[in-house]
Structures are given as structure tokens and as C-alpha cells.
């Protein structure tokens, strides 16, 4: 389980202002009194490699809890003597690299009415994007999508290609598949990702709000907070919604507008909207 995105500073070294604390990434092993370590350290070797390979980290920058603080941690690999076990554990895990993640698109949508929609959720860090002529599982990615970057992603779906796989098109990866088994937390829905029936009409109490600030289209969700929020639908670029005012919310700088949509309060992340 992945806690806060790899660019976040933290203080879990123990070291205050050193490198530790400043410059690293922290892997917890979490075991329970009835678990399988030997399991917990390969899938931890596993998520090591990964990460090195992610963010371009030599092995030779794989530390011990205690070379920032001196605290002896991790307590058991140093009891067993099992360090250099570990950093050999990482060598022999075959994980492929990835290209750079996508931070383009809020919405990627080329469809018309009634086209199935896959939307990935807020909450989700990233989303491993497989080629169209290979095993959607895990090894086989040709990139990763962030969907907690942009408050969620969506996508037209272009086809099924086996049970949980859908066809998608993305602006940096073009065309793949994704995994979206129901505990993955997608969800698939009918009806365009591109909206095209929220243009114009009628005014809230502040107004309308035109969408701005998007290749394509905005998410609305339903309370203002693009952390931990559902969503409601998108409104396409340059479309109007009645606004009824700003709130403060949770999870964005800009705060968020407070809207009529569909017939319910929605709420669209305040840098991509204008008041008009």
C-alpha cells in the first residue's frame, strides 16, 4: 500500500533535516505474528526494484533504516544477518521499466452518446496501461497512469478484449489495455466521457461556471474533495454550468466551484473553472 507519492517529504528516517528524511523513499515491511515473512521480504524486494527502477535509483543507494538514525531497524534482517541476502533478493526480481507516467489528460475522450465509459478513481495512485498484444499483468506494462494527480481519470472504452480488460486510448500511450476487476475500484458506465449536454442555459446563484484549463473535459464529483470523492460525470471544455459559489474543500490549492448538475450539487476542482 502505497501512503503519499515518492516526491512527498516526510520524516521517517529519524535523521531531521539529513538526507534521510529530505531524499528518501521509505519501505515499510509489515508483518503480522502469524505471517509469512519470507514473503513479506520478497514482495518487498519486489517493490524496491520497482521503485528503482521507476525513479532511475542505483542499488547502491538502498539503505538501511539504520544507517540515517542508528536505530536498529530492520530489526529482523539485521538479527539473521540477512542484509546482503535482501540486496540480492532485489537483483534477481525481474521488473521492466516504465515510461513516463500520464499528466496530461484529465479526460480522454474521442465518443458519442452511449459509449462505455472506464473511470479510474482519485484514490488510485497509479494504473499500470498494458500493450494491446500482450498479458495484462503485471511485468508487461508500457507505462502508468495517475489517476490521484488529476482527481481521477476517463476514458472511452474501446473494446473487451478478456473479463476485466478494457481497451483504451490515452495522448501519451495511445492505444492499451487496463485492468479493471470491480476490487480494483473502476468503474465502467454508459453515456460519452465528453459530455455534450451541460452547454448553456440556466444560472446558479454565482452565476455559470465555464470550463477551462483542460485538453478535454473536467470531472465533477460530489463533495469537494478530490482525494476521497465519486464521480458525478465531465463537462467538455468551453461548456457552462450553473454555479452556485466556491468552497474551500479538501485536497486542492485552488478549492473547488460548487455546481448544478444533472439535477444534484456537484463540485469541479477550482483551476479549471471560470466564473462567467
Not at 174 to 200: C, E, H, L, R
Request: net charge negative; aromatic share 6%.
Amino acid at each position: 500500500m502505497q501512503s503519499f507519492e515518492h516526491d512527498f517529504q516526510l520524516y521517517h528516517a529519524g535523521d531531521g533535516k539529513g538526507d534521510g528524511n529530505l531524499n528518501s523513499i521509505a519501505v515499510e515491511i509489515c508483518v503480522n505474528s502469524d505471517g509469512n515473512f519470507n514473503k513479506a521480504l520478497a514482495n518487498a524486494a519486489e517493490l524496491v526494484k520497482q521503485i528503482m527502477n521507476d525513479e532511475n535509483i542505483p542499488k547502491s543507494h538502498i539503505k538501511q533504516h539504520h544507517h540515517w538514525s542508528g536505530e536498529n531497524c530492520p530489526g529482523k534482517i539485521r538479527e539473521n544477518g540477512e542484509w546482503d541476502e535482501f540486496l540480492q533478493m532485489v537483483d534477481d526480481k525481474k521488473v521492466e521499466s516504465a515510461p513516463d507516467r500520464e499528466e496530461e489528460a484529465q479526460t480522454v475522450s474521442s465518443g458519442s452518446g452511449g459509449q462505455e465509459i472506464v473511470t479510474l478513481p482519485a484514490s488510485s495512485n497509479s494504473w499500470r496501461s498494458y500493450p494491446v498484444d500482450a498479458a495484462s499483468t503485471k511485468g508487461n506494462e508500457k507505462g502508468f497512469l495517475r489517476p490521484s494527480k488529476f482527481g481521477g481519470l476517463q476514458y472511452d472504452v474501446l473494446g473487451h478484449p478478456q473479463k476485466n480488460v478494457v481497451t483504451i486510448n490515452t495522448d501519451n500511450f495511445g492505444k492499451g489495455n487496463i485492468y479493471v476487476a470491480p476490487d480494483t475500484g473502476a468503474t465502467i458506465s454508459n453515456g460519452s466521457s465528453n459530455q455534450s449536454d451541460n452547454s448553456g442555459g440556466d444560472s446558479g446563484k454565482a452565476g455559470q461556471l465555464k470550463i477551462v484549463g483542460v485538453n478535454n473535459a473536467a470531472i465533477v464529483m460530489d463533495k469537494p474533495n478530490r482525494n476521497n470523492s465519486s464521480n458525478l460525470g465531465t463537462v467538455s471544455k468551453g461548456d457552462t454550468l450553473p454555479l452556485n459559489g466556491s468552497v474551500r474543500g479538501t485536497g486542492s490549492d485552488t478549492g473547488y466551484y460548487e455546481v448544478k448538475y444533472k439535477g444534484q450539487l456537484g463540485y469541479i476542482t477550482g483551476q479549471y473553472g471560470k466564473q462567467v
